[in-house]
């Protein structure tokens, strides 16, 4: 520490650094909210592994990201969210899940998002959404 005040260029390279990885990405949490919030089924599907169990609805299946991108974008244009609220989450070392409330109308769906690790990212393994009472 002693160098950095004897060089102000380090000592603000330092500052710089440690500014910069504090947190200025939104974390996975606040991007599957955004989407999920947004109906956006494009940023759902950066976070896509390639082959994915989806469940809408009747329609359960595995299926590749780009079929699931197109389902998703069918349930997002049928039922345009109108509120959302994060319910539950878990984060273990190789896996995480989200369950939000989604609202559409006076439909009300559960919305359940499991991430597994593939070489060291989080991607989306399985989104089940289903229709509660």
Wanted: proline residues 4%; positive net charge; glycine residues 4%.
């Amino acid at each position: 520490m002693k160098y950095l005040k004897t060089h102000p260029i380090l000592l603000i390279c330092f500052f710089l650094m440690t500014f910069s990885a504090s947190g200025q990405q939104p974390n996975i949490s606040d991007k599957l909210t955004t989407a999920f919030k947004q109906g956006d089924a494009r940023a759902l599907s950066d976070l896509f592994a390639p082959y994915i169990m989806i469940h809408i609805q009747d329609f359960q299946k595995v299926v590749n990201a780009q079929q699931a991108r197109m389902q998703l974008s069918d349930f997002f244009k049928q039922h345009p969210n109108s509120g959302l609220t994060l319910t539950k989450s878990e984060n273990e070392e190789k896996q995480e899940y989200f369950i939000w409330n989604y609202i559409s109308g006076s439909e009300k769906w559960r919305v359940y998002v499991l991430l597994k690790s593939e070489k060291d990212q989080k991607l989306i393994q399985q989104i089940d959404i289903e229709k509660t009472p």
